[in-house]
């Protein structure tokens, strides 16, 4: 693996080095603190991490402490690895990241305000949180899901009463604004959709972190209690679909691509909200506003629903 460097911006930092095969411990110990560091391991026993003070200076005082062990250690300033592009590095802290929020994101939904010591297993788990996102570099595309999981422990709600057959009557919900959080994904994209098709037509749509600013508007897909978002498994549209009693067969089957997409489960095994909500990041990205964002990604998942036989 050819390692260039030049006289320009170093973004990445690598530590390489070899102990003495007797020194097992030291190894072990050596292992934990580059996985509690956040590394990113090479092929060729190198540990990577983007160029910052505070990744120098933990690379440097363990590199001293691996000569400290009889071993070899240097910290390298690297501009470019050949075979693995800047945004290739980026994409792969990202999927380590991944089972750290994954498992994060299970605890979390696993607890209820009945199980003891709630509050101390709610304060852990958010101090776990601070310690991924720590070392979370590039934002991994689950640290928003953990976000929203870490909000619905923090301020649990009761739960709602069970909607009667057939729905609640859609006469309640007519010319309203719904309001949801600012760069819609694909839960709250195809929500919108559902609501200005099946549930009411002359829907307007705003966006706010905040349902209080106005509060005239109906939320769907916030983190704050309220409105219509994720109840137990299911995500906002499955909950709108139960809410309103939507038995359409098509919906039916685009609130599995949603549930798939949004919750990264892999329940339904379906992959067309994966492969929408990969288009939506990448407009989100070009910096689409986003009412833009929205209409674009109602449109998708209209012509999803004539898609379906």
Same mark, same amino acid.
């Given at each position: 693996?050819?390692?260039?460097?030049?006289?320009?911006?170093?973004?990445?930092?690598?530590?390489?080095?070899?102990?003495?095969?007797?020194?097992?411990?030291?190894?072990?110990?050596?292992?934990?603190?580059?996985? /509690?560091?956040?590394?990113?391991?090479?092929?060729?026993?190198?540990?990577?991490? $983007?160029?910052?003070?505070?990744?120098? &200076?933990?690379?440097?005082?363990? @590199?001293?402490?691996?000569?400290?062990?009889?071993?070899?250690?240097?910290?390298? %300033?690297?501009? @470019?690895?050949?075979?693995?592009? *800047?945004?290739?590095?980026?994409?792969?802290?990202?999927?380590?990241?991944? $089972?750290?929020?994954?498992?994060?994101?299970?605890?979390? %939904?696993?607890?209820?305000?009945?199980? /003891?010591?709630?509050?101390?297993?709610?304060?852990?788990?958010?101090?776990?949180?601070?310690?991924?996102?720590?070392?979370? #570099?590039? &934002?991994?595309?689950?640290? @928003?899901?953990?976000?929203?999981?870490?909000?619905?422990?923090?301020?649990?709600?009761?739960?709602? &009463?069970?909607?009667?057959?057939?729905?609640?009557?859609?006469? &309640?919900?007519?010319?309203?604004?719904?309001?949801?959080?600012?760069?819609?994904?694909?839960?709250?994209? *195809?929500?919108?959709?559902? =609501?200005?098709? #099946? =549930?009411?037509?002359?829907? *307007? #749509?705003? #966006?706010?972190?905040?349902?209080?600013?106005?509060?005239?508007?109906?939320?769907?897909?916030?983190?704050?209690?309220?409105?219509?978002?994720?109840?137990?498994? /299911?995500?906002?549209?499955?909950?709108?679909?139960?809410?309103?009693?939507?038995?359409?067969?098509?919906?039916?089957?685009?609130?599995?691509? =949603?549930?798939?997409?949004?919750?990264?489960?892999?329940?339904?095994?379906?992959?067309?909200?994966?492969?929408?909500?990969?288009?939506?990041?990448?407009? @989100? /990205?070009?910096?689409?506003?986003?009412?833009?964002?929205?209409?674009?990604?109602?449109?998708?998942?209209?012509?999803?629903?004539?898609?379906?036989?």
């Amino acid at each position: 693996m050819n390692i260039t460097l030049h006289g320009e911006p170093v973004p990445w930092l690598l530590l390489i080095f070899s102990l003495p095969s007797k020194r097992t411990s030291e190894r072990v110990g050596i292992w934990r603190k580059l996985q /509690k560091y956040g590394t990113l391991a090479l092929r060729n026993s190198g540990y990577v991490l $983007p160029n910052t003070p505070a990744a120098q &200076e933990q690379l440097e005082w363990l @590199a001293t402490a691996i000569r400290g062990f009889k071993g070899e250690a240097s910290v390298l %300033q690297v501009v @470019a690895i050949d075979d693995l592009p *800047s945004d290739a590095l980026k994409e792969q802290f990202r999927e380590d990241r991944k $089972p750290d929020y994954t498992a994060l994101i299970r605890e979390l %939904q696993q607890l209820k305000p009945s199980t /003891k010591g709630f509050s101390t297993q709610v304060a852990r788990l958010k101090r776990r949180f601070e310690e991924i996102v720590e070392i979370d #570099f590039f &934002e991994c595309p689950l640290r @928003a899901k953990a976000e929203e999981a870490l909000y619905k422990a923090e301020h649990p709600v009761p739960t709602r &009463e069970r909607v009667r057959k057939g729905g609640v009557p859609k006469t &309640e919900y007519q010319n309203r604004a719904w309001i949801t959080r600012p760069r819609p994904g694909i839960d709250r994209v *195809s929500s919108a959709w559902l =609501i200005k098709r #099946f =549930i009411d037509s002359k829907a *307007s #749509f705003l #966006f706010d972190h905040s349902p209080t600013v106005h509060p005239e508007a109906l939320p769907f897909d916030m983190y704050q209690a309220g409105g219509f978002g994720h109840e137990g498994e /299911k995500c906002t549209f499955e909950t709108l679909c139960a809410h309103f009693g939507l038995a359409d067969k098509k919906v039916r089957l685009i609130g599995q691509a =949603i549930h798939d997409a949004d919750l990264d489960d892999e329940k339904f095994g379906r992959t067309e909200g994966v492969i929408i909500n990969q288009i939506l990041k990448g407009w @989100a /990205k070009q910096g689409i506003p986003d009412d833009e964002l929205l209409r674009r990604g109602m449109d998708l998942i209209e012509g999803l629903y004539h898609s379906i036989a």
